[in-house]
């Protein structure tokens, strides 16, 4: 709790008005995110690595949040925060209404970005691919594995879409609870995953002084063409990694 208090401090000590003096602590040189610290120079190694240090860091809370971002047909952008499911070697899985703002413009631009940011940490992890529906049989298997309340809240729920109220909402969600009764299995609405398959992932980490680390890893048709040894490295099972300026 000692990180979050100092946190509380420091934002009782600034006004609106003094939002740019606000200044956090971040790692100090001999903590510095390095190349050689990589044991296996593959994204997904890096990300299961971080991703188990948020998940041993009690202050993270919910250590899978993620910003995800899309664009529209017109080339407008929107973001929300989403939770990962699934992190495997294959790619990033998150679920939601198939009938919401996000799987509308998933479908006109499959090219969609994850941020995810561990304050505690001082790290973040930026990631770009595409997204792509999942299997039914696999949405249907996590959506029976979700709380009953989550089912129904799922069902309920038209996504994205204008309601009056609040109390339509209620409406709709005890109408569901009455005709399955009890113990009714909660049929799957037009809900599901996606899978974000990923040709970039950089990792962030902050340094006190602003020289933060970003090492950027990416793959794709000729980009092993671009190795050097000096700016652009060769990596693991297709992957090249490089260093950023912050």
Avoid at 38 to 47: A, E
Avoid at 60 to 83: C, H, M, Q, W, Y
Avoid at 92 to 97: A, D, I, Q
Wanted: with cysteine; proline share 6%.
């Amino acid at each position: 709790m000692r990180l979050l208090q100092i946190v509380r401090k420091m934002s009782e000590a600034a006004s609106i008005e003094q939002l740019s003096a606000l200044r956090m602590k971040y790692h100090e040189r001999k903590n510095a995110f390095l190349e050689q610290d990589i044991k296996v120079k593959d994204p997904f190694c890096v990300f299961r690595d971080w991703l188990s240090d948020a998940l041993n860091t009690k202050e993270i809370l919910e250590p899978n949040a993620a910003a995800l971002a899309t664009v529209d047909a017109e080339g407008k952008p929107s973001n929300r925060f989403v939770l990962v499911k699934e992190a495997t070697a294959e790619g990033f899985t998150f679920f939601t209404n198939y009938g919401s703002r996000k799987a509308d413009e998933i479908a006109a631009n499959p090219n969609v970005a994850i941020a995810i940011y561990w304050m505690p940490l001082r790290r973040s992890v930026r990631i770009e691919g595409l997204a792509e529906k999942i299997p039914h049989a696999a949405s249907l298997k996590y959506f029976h594995e979700r709380p009953r309340a989550s089912q129904i809240g799922a069902a309920a729920s038209p996504q994205s879409q204008r309601i009056p109220s609040r109390s339509h909402l209620d409406k709709i969600e005890c109408s569901i609870k009455a005709k399955l009764g009890p113990d009714g299995e909660v049929p799957l609405p037009n809900w599901g995953g996606y899978l974000v398959k990923p040709h970039l992932i950089e990792f962030w980490q902050g340094q006190t002084d602003r020289l933060h680390d970003r090492i950027r890893f990416r793959r794709g048709p000729n980009v092993e063409s671009e190795i050097d040894g000096q700016l652009v490295h060769g990596g693991e099972n297709g992957w090249v990694y490089e260093r950023l300026a912050p």
